[in-house]
């Protein structure tokens, strides 16, 4: 590449940046689902709609990013995506003020579009700033970033929001009083009212930061010369990468974020289950890790999606095959109270929180698999990928509806199915229509 050494530290600690922006934005989700079915009085199939917002954005504004991105530049991009976020986050204000479901969807929505914005030129800038054959692993140490902000976040925000909902729902349910009701709800919803002011003037400020920072224009890469003299439907193994991308975004979504209202469905107390998530994306990071110290020189980025697939149906299998009262305690520290609590834990959400783990590798080996050899078409396959996020909007929602159905438990069977697809890709569907660099992976 043409980028003297500091360049390239500089642009990956930025990127780190972003990366961890994008974590603690995106697994915000797992606690609002809870809070809001309460605060906004909401079936399991409607609370996932807060999903359903958030990551059909990606969907409707990969494409249209890709070209703003070719006009604006990436820089730029970034900045606006950032503003773009703040702007979703400021609806959040009003929203708790009037208690309105749909403008905390509209929210959600268009923080989906910022982040959208910027991922479709950040996670190709990663892949491309170095060999093919390690971006799995650069993608890994962005993946650290993010799930280590995905830990905070929940917890975070579970410290303003979630504390006492349960006495509130009790309250509720006991009360015949619809003005009583009414005013408990508004008062529960008002509690994010200083989250999102927070959170909005940390975006403007960091939209700013990158606006005005010296930030070289990378995301162009060298690809632009090169052409493959194809059409982008010519690359069957790419598609093959976007409908893996699909299941794989959907799985990771429905285990990080329903993995807290799955626990108080089981009756666990909230000063527990609001840990659930953080623990999913504590075993994420794990994986994150084994990533960086395996990929390339013990095992291949191709290797490791397949035992990611492989772990993850076993998991799954586990989860739904132990019994829902069956749980473990152990004595634990509250890290936002600081009081000491017993964490209690049933062994069927253990064995979610671990699908973290088999989650950690794939996004990180997806993308390399998928983009090897597009040359010229490298931005727009990027941008197909960042559409596959949609899975995060749409799988959740039928986990949703068979929860509804039947139970919270069995809903999960809809995971099996996704790591079947991802187990597909790994092995076979990487390499339909691919005549070359077979052994590079």
Known sequence: MNQTK?????????????????????????TLIPFLKTACQLSDFLAYFVTFAFYISYFVMALPSSSILEKIGFKNGIAAGLFIMAIGSALFIPAAFMRSYILFLLGLFILGSGLALMQTAVNPYVTILGPIESAAKRI???????????????????????SGTEEISREIGMSISSDRINTLLDTMALRLVNPYIAMTVVL???GFLIRFTHLPEIDKGEVKDKKTGKSIWQFPYMWMGVIALFFYVGVEVIAGDTVIQYGKSLGVGIESAKYYTSLTLIAMVIGYFIGVALIPKVISQRQALIGCAVIGIIFVICALSVSSEAQFQFPFIDITTFRPITMVIPYTVFFITLLGLANSLVWPSIWPLALDGLEDHTKKASALLIMAIAGGAILPLLYGRLADMSNTQQAYWIAIPCYIVILFFSVYGYKIGKKKHLNNF
């Not at 500091?6 to 797992?30: C, P, S």
């Open 140 to 162: 890994s140490i962005m993946g650290i970033c993010n799930k280590i902000a995905g830990i905070l976040a929940p917890l975070i925000l579970a410290t303003f929001v979630l």
């Open 6 to 30: 500091q360049q390239y530290v500089f642009g990956i600690i930025i990127i780190g940046v972003l990366y961890f922006v994008f974590g603690f934005v995106t697994w915000l989700n797992g």
């Open 204 to 206: 403007l400020l960091l």
